[in-house]
């Protein structure tokens, strides 16, 4: 059966069906196996990573290369990596990446185990699973629809349930056991992320059924040409170009906020080294809390509406932490902040996997993640100016009504009318989704 892209979608209470169907199927649960078991290992390596690298060097710039270097491919390689997903089958290429990091992964337990380890293999090892993480996660939110369906109600549940994996393993289990691990011996928590990607490239192999198998030919254009075709097909689509315009502003606030969330901790709420730690945790609980929920929110508002409100009531948010001075509510609105921003961008990738042509999946991902993430140096360092000019206090006001402000002036764009539209009037899909 042939369907299109807009078949089974509902974007208005109007038109939506009585009893969505929102059985996500074997394929879709090997798939959340493969996210949550590798996601796991992520959160030990990222707990993990800057304890190696404190115990073979006490410099501040190591640490700062380090996070860099997994941040770096994102900005060098997203858009490439998103036309060779779209070129390529891309089941394989989660399958393949995953064996790739296991490998490197690997290399990095040899080096542990012999006193070998360096600063720079840290740093290398970093800016190589970054450089898979690109290619990988591209691939997965682009097969989700393929896994399956495009119907709208069943992606918000699919990518809500991915959404929860993924900070389960990332946010709540993977950080301490890894730093429980590398007490114990300084290999295991490396040794347990080599293992995950193993494991969930094994799970990944598995994923034939439902899937499209995409037969790599040679190319009719140039990689630029569909870098290109991809970027402007994202930036003539209202819908997608006012959710990347919207995410890049977000970004902005997260990372001034996330920036000076520690000065907030200590010199505000009198917090100690504990104390700021629980407030992160706190917004992960909200996280893992935003995911849960996103299908209903969605399922009553419209997806382009949850979005705008979140927005605004995150902004909110975010300005009241500038105003409290009490560490409870601070923690209690740092819940609210992060099960917000999970629930945006579930809802956010909903959306661009109900109006994206299959074939310009990877592109269009890549495209709008360029634009959200150059938001974040950005309000990291305009963040800290704001807050060493008018206090730290004042950048949380600031950032909170900004971007209340944005999720207002985004709802004529992204109502629930105008979403249901621009869709039927633009969505045009030149291959069949599922077989």
């Not at 010199?267 to 996280?287: C, I, P, Q, S």
């Not at 995150?314 to 921003?341: C, S």
């Not at 956010?348 to 042509?357: E, Y």
Request: aromatic residues 6%; contains cysteine.
């Amino acid at each position: 059966m042939t369907t299109g892209p807009a078949t089974g979608m509902y974007l208005s209470n109007k038109t939506a069906p009585a009893k969505p169907d929102t059985k996500l199927g074997r394929t879709f649960h090997k798939l959340l196996a493969a996210t949550a078991i590798s996601t796991l290992g992520d959160g030990m390596y990222l707990a993990a990573l800057p304890l190696l690298a404190v115990y073979l060097t006490d410099s501040p710039l190591v640490l700062g290369f380090v996070s860099a270097a997994g941040e770096i491919p994102w900005l060098v390689f997203g858009l490439h990596a998103g036309a060779l997903v779209d070129r390529w089958d891309r089941r394989k290429v989660m399958w393949w990446v995953d064996a790739a990091r296991c490998v490197v992964v690997g290399v990095l337990c040899a080096l542990v185990l012999t006193s070998e380890a360096t600063a720079l293999s840290i740093v290398l090892t970093a800016f190589l699973l970054g450089c898979g993480q690109v290619f990988f996660d591209v691939a997965a939110q682009s097969v989700i629809p393929d896994v399956v369906s495009r119907d709208e109600r069943t992606l918000t549940v699919a990518n809500g349930r991915m959404s929860a994996a993924q900070t389960n393993g990332e946010d709540f289990v993977g950080p301490p056991l890894g730093s429980a691990l590398f007490s114990i011996a300084h290999v295991l928590p490396f040794l347990g992320n080599a293992v995950s990607f193993a494991v969930s490239s094994v799970l990944v192999s598995r994923l034939k059924d439902g899937i499209p198998l995409r037969k790599p030919g040679k190319p009719e254009t140039t990689l630029r040409a569909e870098i290109g075709e991809g970027l402007r097909w994202m930036m003539r689509n209202r819908i997608l170009r006012v959710l990347a315009i919207t995410a890049c502003f977000g970004n902005m606030v997260f990372a001034a906020k996330a920036t000076m969330l520690v000065l907030l901790a200590k010199e505000v709420f009198g917090l100690t080294d504990l104390g700021y730690g629980l407030l992160l945790t706190a917004a992960a609980v909200g996280a893992f809390g935003g995911s849960a929920i996103a299908p209903f929110l969605t399922g009553k508002l419209g997806p382009g509406r949850v979005r705008c409100f979140g927005a605004m009531a995150e902004g909110l948010a975010i300005l009241a932490l500038g105003l409290t001075r009490d560490p409870w509510v601070a923690g209690a609105l740092m819940v609210v902040t992060g099960g917000l921003m999970a629930i945006q961008n579930i809802v956010a990738g909903t959306l661009r996997q109900c109006i994206t042509p299959a074939r310009l999946f990877g592109r269009v991902l890549s495209s709008g993640r360029l634009v959200a993430y150059s938001g974040a140096p950005v309000g990291a360092l305009l963040g800290s100016v704001i807050a060493s000019s008018l206090g730290v206090q004042a950048l949380y006001i600031i950032g909170g009504a900004f971007l209340a402000v944005v999720g207002l002036l985004s709802l004529p764009a992204l109502g629930t009318r105008a979403v249901a539209e621009l869709t039927k009037s633009e969505v045009a899909d030149d291959e069949p989704v599922r077989e």
